[in-house]
């Protein structure tokens, strides 16, 4: 997600009264650094928070954390970027992340993700138009005695080819979205 301008969109206050939106997912972002007492160290913490509250990363709450640990945007922007647990653009109803961390790259993974790409018309990091599916990647989701690791809808799975990743996608789709179960 490319970030256009550093204004905070939502008009932030200086003081840390919280988010002028009155959001109160806001409120939870607001516990957590109060919690951290505004530390600057916490922003990986909050950037959890964040997503958690609202699914995803976008930039009004890119702008709103690094306002309010007073860091500069990019930085907020690096970090979120740069780990493959926060994401910046809301995910389909069922999504396959692919790791593409060495170990998974060299037995296939870019193979998988180049099968789901044909499969879907997406590439990583997007969602089909319907809304249903995503492709993402990660650099490492720490299993790589399984490589290549593929977690879908959540679910970690290794040692699996690209047909395989394919046909359990279908199952996946043809299931109702796990955000609705849980709900
Ligand atoms: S490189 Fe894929 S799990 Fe570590």
Redesign the pocket.
């Known amino acids: 997600m490319p970030i256009k301008s550093p204004v905070f969109r939502s008009a932030a206050k200086d003081d840390k009264n919280g988010h002028p939106s009155g959001d109160p997912r806001f409120k939870l972002i607001d516990r957590t650094l109060k919690r951290f007492q505004f530390e600057q160290d916490a922003l990986i913490e909050v950037l959890h928070t964040a997503q958690e509250s609202f699914g995803y990363l976008d930039e009004d709450l890119l702008i709103y954390v690094a306002h309010q640990l007073k860091l500069p945007l990019s930085w907020v922007y690096g970090v979120a970027t740069f780990y493959h647990f926060f994401s910046l653009e809301p995910m389909g109803e069922h999504s396959c992340n692919v790791?593409?961390?060495?170990?998974?790259?060299v037995k296939g993974?870019a193979n998988i993700v180049a099968a789901l790409q044909a499969e879907y018309g997406i590439e990583p990091g997007e969602t089909t138009e319907d809304g249903k599916f995503s492709i993402a990647t990660?650099?490492?989701?720490?299993?790589?005695g399984?490589?290549?690791?593929v977690v879908i809808d959540g679910e970690v799975t290794g040692k699996i080819g690209a047909e395989a990743v394919l046909n359990q996608v279908r199952e996946s789709l043809a299931k109702p979205s796990p955000q609705r179960v849980a709900a």
Do not use: D, E, K, Q
Request: some cysteine.
């Open positions: 790791c593409l961390g060495t170990a998974c790259y993974g990660a650099r490492c989701v720490g299993s790589c399984l490589a290549p690791v």
